[in-house]
């Protein structure tokens, strides 16, 4: 499965089949969480931990996450930096985790801290904030299917409100040479799907914006950054990030986050 499969197909799973990660695909993950592509910096770890169902040990999720034995706990300090790094870099896991036929499910709310960072302790400044659950995925349970309804998990906000040219003046026409990438981004999980990317395109640059939803609407617009990201690789495309002293255009309700320039001629 290609990673634009993957974007599209990926779906946040709350229902798991029980059972443990094989030791193969531990290392497979691990090993990939390690070498994440990170042009951000920022403060963040990720790490791999398995509960003994068996034991009949389970960590509180407010019963949102169905025997689920693996879940991946990420510790994240408090700036703007790391939680646009954190979003860009564990959805990176996220669609490889996809890839190899494993669901996952972002998760900030919904857990008990205390029962997941039993025994951890993170780097100075870190603190756990995300975990998520990865596994084989199982039915959907009717606490899921409620879940996902309540949520609207399956609604993504049009093109024409995302994406805009001329100053924020105009919709993005569906011309543009980012398209493909712009809609795997539309595609992207957010905390209650509340989708607080924001673009402006001037020629080949792509300005960032997010509109302050909650606490995590940078980690948010990171994860969308990332499938954008993802997008402009598999087509070959070569670009980098960096951070504007004032914001392209202003604008009453979306903040300025950082500008992508792409630098091939394809
Ligand atoms: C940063 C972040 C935090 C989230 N926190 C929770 C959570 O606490 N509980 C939960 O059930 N889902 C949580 N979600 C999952 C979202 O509700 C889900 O991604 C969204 O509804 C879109 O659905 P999809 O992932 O199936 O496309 C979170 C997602 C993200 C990206």
Redesign the pocket.
Known sequence: MDILEAIRE???V?SFDGAALSEAVRKDLLAFAEKVYNPFGGHFSIRLKSFNLENGYKPTTYG??KDAHDFFLIGMADDETSALAT?FCFEQVVLKAWQLGLGT???????KGTDFDNGESWPKGEALK?ISPVGKAAKKSLMEKI??LS????NRKPFSELFFTDGFKQPLSSDSPFDEALEMLR?A?????SQPWRVLIDNDTVHFYYVLKSR?SV??TG?GICHFYETEKYYGHTGAFYTLPTPPANHDKWKYLISYKREDQK
């Open positions: 990926r779906r946040s709350r949102m996450i979003g499910c972002w998760i900030a709310a919904t857990f995300i879940t996902r949520l609207g998990s399956r595609l999980p957010s905390s209650t799907n995590l980690l948010d994860i």
